[in-house]
């Protein structure tokens, strides 16, 4: 699903020196894994997501997913990119606030090929998420955690096989993000690839694999389960 090869990324810090936070990443996830990334807040989590997407293209190194080759691709063509093969979720959940939840879950819609009975289809992903009744809400009359879920059901609209988060539970309590964490578990059951930067073990904790970034590059962790139970956990 995912192949990445020497990939570099640097910025220029307010001196004008070069800053580089990716120094030689190599990653491959297969179809069907969940994968979550770790490390310290500024590490570069995000950048990698971000690269890995589509959503940067100002780096060296190669950059593959499902199948389509980034490197070098045109934003008219990461943007066809984006909207077919990758769904995205965020801290922040990006949702219109003067649009309901079914039109916040329709958005793809307007930036790519027309999806045969559209609504119909939100309707059902928001039930899927547990949001049935509250379609015709706006995000101000929704809570965090279920605003989230607003947020998943439209990164599934385009029926995606990779679902890229980035810090999906920073935003909430232990209690909300738990339900959220448990979806996401569902929905890698499912057959969906999903990958994770996360600063939280109880993000990390439900993956089959965890990768930490450290000094720009990627190391590879035992299973969450098996950190934890070394550190004798519960």
Not at 45 to 62: A, M, N
Not at 153 to 162: D, Q, V, Y
Request: proline share 4%.
């Amino acid at each position: 699903m995912i192949h990445a090869r020497d990939v570099v990324k640097e910025y220029e810090d307010g001196e004008g020196s070069r800053v580089r936070v990716l120094d030689g990443v190599s990653l491959d996830v297969e179809a069907g894994d969940f994968v979550a990334v770790v490390g310290a807040s500024g590490s570069g989590k995000s950048t990698l997501l971000h690269l890995l997407g589509g959503l940067d293209v100002h780096y060296q190194g190669q950059v593959e997913v499902g199948g389509v080759k980034l490197t070098g691709l045109r934003d008219k063509e990461l943007a066809r990119f984006r909207n077919t093969h990758v769904g995205f979720v965020f801290q922040s959940f990006h949702l219109i606030p003067n649009l309901s939840a079914l039109e916040n879950v329709l958005l793809p819609s307007h930036f790519g090929p027309a999806t045969p009975d559209g609504r119909k289809r939100a309707s059902q992903l928001l039930e899927r998420v547990g949001l049935g009744s509250k379609q015709d809400r706006a995000p101000v009359r929704l809570s965090g955690g279920e605003r989230q879920r607003v947020a998943i059901a439209r990164a599934l609209f385009g029926g995606p096989k990779l679902l890229l988060c980035d810090e999906p539970t920073g935003n909430l309590d232990a209690a909300t993000g738990a339900g959220v964490i448990q979806l996401f578990q569902e929905l890698h059951k499912e057959g969906l690839t999903v990958l994770t930067v996360t600063h939280e073990e109880r993000m990390s904790a439900v993956a089959r694999r965890v990768l930490r970034l450290k000094d720009a590059r990627l190391v590879e962790e035992s299973p969450a389960s098996e950190a934890l139970a070394s550190r004798g956990a519960p």
